[in-house]
């Protein structure tokens, strides 16, 4: 029993001493966790400062309009009415110029019009008499509520959803007062220079400390898109042209992994860009002259339009990398036939595409003639080889000595095997699509047909796709076709981009 008695003591003084320990490393590990938070708030606030600024922007536009309630003397003068100065500071402070703008003219307008209609309903309402005066007031409410309503949702006019909102929620505040308290004329007038109190103060902050205005914005994101097309370009084909034995080969299961790739990622930020830039622009014609934007009427509908054209470039490289990440692979010898070509067109495209969003960040336009004739060369170049060599790879495929030794080109060879005529490759290849349709047939029939009874149209299959077994030469094809595509959306791309120089009278640049 002693020893009993001895263990169990002896077990109690070891484990008792554990309880404390284990409470104090939790007191740790949130004590981590909050220094693990406070630090990513810090790094978000030094990744983005502008954000930080027009938080402090925003802030201090509101304490000014609160300072007119928390003193006397301002309070004494403006009443309780003044409130709605810090509403409409609150609604209308935006984080660049041309969107505080427009949202104060579409409040201010709104409520005009809705106070011009309120006093003009109300006093119908009160010559009705006290018994018709609730059903017309009611009846104005549905109507006004239905209209602005149903205008808001115009193409159009979703630009303008804002106002509707400020128009209808003025025109019921307006109303119900006159028909409780009698005096719609004051309340319209309260109201009114609050309003502009509100907005004269948050347009006075944004402009004078750290201005952000729309229009340099919409620029910068512009030129960024151009060069970040020129560059997805050309790692896309860099990244085809590396040899297969020396680097990892690209896999099905890689496809999954194409989100992650810096160059798709690039792509699809710019397609993603579009909606961004509109509302960009519309902010940006608010805005008055500033800057390098010096004269009136500035094209920022162009840059929209000319984001578009650059849009469709970005959709060409999402295509070609797309081929690459393809469940069926061009093997690495067919690369090397065309690689010369490929790169070469392709360096000139990224390159043109470059230059062109240079000269819109320096308001300049350079001549691109020689430039654009040395594209289309090396376009031409390239479609003028893969017609003449396409028929021998069709037939040769990866078994043939040109891809065992790429450095001969296809004017030094002389193909030894027997080449069929034009009759013979229609023929076999309508006996290929033939044999495909009954193999569908049989794959889709119910009930399923027995297998045996297409054996011999297998075994005529088997030695047609050994013949036409061309299918990474179409996806060599589609890639060069995908290709092709984008230098001629280029040329739609130079177009535009000279329409927006003529536009914004950039400086001509003789440096080219």
Known sequence: MNRKIESIEINISTCAPTKPELHVTGKKSETNKALLQIQSVWDFCKEDTGNVIFALKAGLAVLLVSLLILFEAPYQVFGPNIVWAILTAVLVFEDNVGATLNRGFNRALATLVAVILAIAVAQRALSSGHVAEPF?????????????????????????????RVALLTYCLIIVSDYRLGNPIRTMIDRLYSIAIGGIISVLVNVSIFPKWAGDKLHEELVKNFHS????????????????????????????????????????????????????????????????????????????????????????????????????????????????????????????????????????????????????????????????????????????????????????????????????????????????????????????????????????????????????ILSLANFTSSLVEFVARVDHLIEAVHKLSTMAKFKPDDGL
């Open 136 to 164: 017309i007031i009611g009846l104005s409410i549905f109507m006004i509520a239905v209209i602005t309503s149903y205008m808001k949702t115009w193409s159009r006019l979703v630009q303008y959803e804002y106002g509707f």
């Open 229 to 472: 097309v020129a560059d997805s370009l050309e790692d896309c084909v860099k990244k085809c042209l590396e040899d297969a034995s020396e680097k990892s080969k690209i896999t099905t299961a890689s496809i999954d992994e194409l989100p992650d790739e810096p160059t798709y990622k690039r792509c699809q930020n710019i397609l993603n860009s579009g909606s961004k830039l509109e509302t960009l622009a519309k902010s940006a014609k608010w805005e008055p002259p500033h800057g390098r934007f010096m004269h009136f009427s500035y094209p920022w509908s162009q840059y929209v339009k000319v984001a578009a054209v650059l849009r469709h470039c970005a959709y060409e490289v999402m295509t070609l990398q797309s081929i690459i990440h393809a469940k069926i692979q061009i093997p690495y010898k067919l690369w090397v036939v065309f690689q010369s070509e490929i790169q070469e067109a392709s360096n000139q495209a990224a390159e043109l595409v470059r230059i062109l969003g240079t000269d819109i960040s320096c308001m300049k336009w350079s001549p691109k003639n020689s430039l654009i004739k040395r594209l289309h060369r090396s376009t031409k170049r390239l479609q003028r080889s893969m017609y003449l060599q396409y028929y021998d790879l069709l037939t040769s495929i990866v078994e043939s000595p040109i891809l065992d030794n790429p450095s001969k080109s296809f004017a030094d060879f002389s193909p030894s095997y027997p080449v069929p005529d034009q009759r013979e490759l229609a023929e076999q290849l309508e006996r290929y699509h033939e044999i495909r349709r009954k193999q569908l047939k049989r794959l889709y029939s119910w009930p399923s047909r027995e297998v045996d009874a297409f054996e011999e149209d297998g075994e005529k299959s088997i030695k047609i796709v050994d013949s036409l077994d061309s299918t990474a």
